[in-house]
């Protein structure tokens, strides 16, 4: 249905012929944008790794792939086309570091040939459905998929500030845990002396979402003392299964049975480092970054810019 406008505006130029001076221009650029797209989405993506996790009816799809000479930046999305399932529709998926990439001294492999990207799946007749039952019925390299990207940027320049939060709700972690893993390589390398915390608030429902995005935040926090980390756990049944929870240290993270308090947070975060720049009346001291259920979204922004910090939003759906 997106391009049922080509075919509208053939019509209206049969009836109008002065329209083509009109949408010549655009149409060129238009043109120009979907040629350098195809050329992009023919690059080989080798897909080294394709998982689910959790139940069918909630899958989490996690791909590890790589381009030659790929490069993104940390924040960036890609958008993803799977021919098995679709060869009209592409979805975008934020950029995640390879679960081989370490904090510190691999910090230049953030943004490298090799990333991950990560789905959740909404419903057996969906998009992210199928991809799931693809992936669960193929190995690895017998996956085709394409990728056009990078694309994006996060509009806030994070070496300016004295703390950085972060808010996540559930699957909203995955464009935050590539900024979070680049932050904190560079301030264990000490190419960060300004910034002094990254405060790390995730809620999360679906064990399935814990169960991977955990250990990767947990990692974060040991490798980066100036990380601190808060994973608040929504739903009971999720903190009495365990799964990831057993058996791991919870030195480099609190564990929270309760939602979180935004504005509470924020608060303390203005309080804490807003002080320090007093005679900049506060303003830039703290940058919050969001990405989430449209209500957090919310919450989090209304509080942020009620204390004058900056903020940056992921917004873009599945």
């Known amino acids: 249905t997106h391009f049922l406008f080509v075919p509208g505006f053939a019509i209206a130029a049969v009836h109008s012929p002065t329209l083509l001076l009109y949408v010549a221009p655009s149409a060129?650029?238009?043109?120009?944008?979907?040629?350098?797209?195809?050329?992009?989405?023919?690059?080989?993506?080798?897909?080294?790794?394709?998982?689910?996790h959790g139940a069918a009816d909630s899958n989490l799809v996690l791909m590890t792939l790589s381009i030659p000479n790929f490069r993104w930046c940390p924040?960036?999305?890609?958008?993803?086309?799977?021919?098995?399932v679709s060869r009209w529709q592409w979805h975008p998926a934020s950029l995640m570091p390879a679960p081989s990439v370490e904090v510190g001294g691999a910090h230049g492999d953030v943004g490298g040939p090799q990333f991950a990207i990560c789905f959740k799946s909404h419903g057996a007749h969906s998009w992210t459905?199928?991809?799931?039952?693809a992936v669960a019925s193929r190995t690895p390299?017998?996956?085709?998929?394409?990728?056009?990207?990078?694309?994006?940027?996060?509009?806030?320049?994070?070496?300016?500030?004295?703390?950085?939060?972060?808010?996540?709700?559930?699957?909203?972690?995955?464009?935050m845990?590539?900024?979070?893993?680049?932050?904190?390589?560079?301030?264990?390398?000490?190419?960060?002396?300004?910034?002094?915390?990254v405060h790390v608030v995730w809620a999360v429902r679906q064990q399935a979402v814990l169960d991977v995005f955990l250990p990767e935040l947990a990692q974060l926090?040991?490798?980066?003392?100036?990380?601190?980390?808060?994973?608040?756990?929504?739903?009971?049944?999720?903190?009495?299964?365990?799964?990831?929870?057993?058996?791991?240290?919870?030195?480099?993270?609190?564990?929270?049975?309760?939602?979180?308090?935004?504005?509470?947070?924020?608060?303390?975060?203005?309080?804490?480092?807003?002080r320090a720049r007093a005679g900049?009346?506060?303003?830039?001291?703290?940058?919050?970054?969001?990405?989430?259920?449209?209500?957090?979204?919310d919450v989090t922004t209304e509080a942020a810019h009620a204390l004058r910090m900056d903020v940056h939003t992921e917004t873009f759906l599945l």
């Not at 490798?223 to 990831?244: E, F, K, M």
């Not at 900049?280 to 979204?297: E, H, I, K, T």
């Open 28 to 52: 060129l650029v238009w043109l120009y944008d979907r040629f350098l797209r195809f050329r992009r989405s023919r690059r080989v993506v080798a897909v080294d790794g394709a998982r689910t």
């Open 75 to 84: 924040g960036q999305y890609v958008f993803v086309n799977v021919p098995t």
């Open 129 to 133: 459905g199928k991809v799931a039952a």
């Open 141 to 175: 390299p017998s996956l085709d998929v394409r990728v056009d990207g990078p694309l994006g940027h996060v509009n806030l320049d994070l070496t300016h500030y004295d703390h950085v939060v972060v808010v996540a709700g559930g699957i909203g972690i995955t464009p």
């Open 177 to 197: 845990l590539s900024i979070v893993h680049d932050l904190a390589g560079r301030m264990k390398s000490g190419m960060l002396r300004s910034l002094r915390v």
């Open 221 to 274: 926090g040991t490798d980066a003392p100036q990380v601190s980390i808060d994973v608040h756990v929504t739903d009971a049944r999720t903190l009495a299964g365990g799964g990831q929870l057993r058996g791991r240290s919870r030195t480099t993270y609190r564990l929270l049975s309760s939602r979180p308090n935004i504005p509470n947070v924020l608060e303390r975060a203005a309080d804490r480092y807003s």
């Open 280 to 297: 900049n009346d506060g303003r830039g001291a703290v940058a919050v970054m969001v990405c989430g259920p449209s209500s957090l979204v």
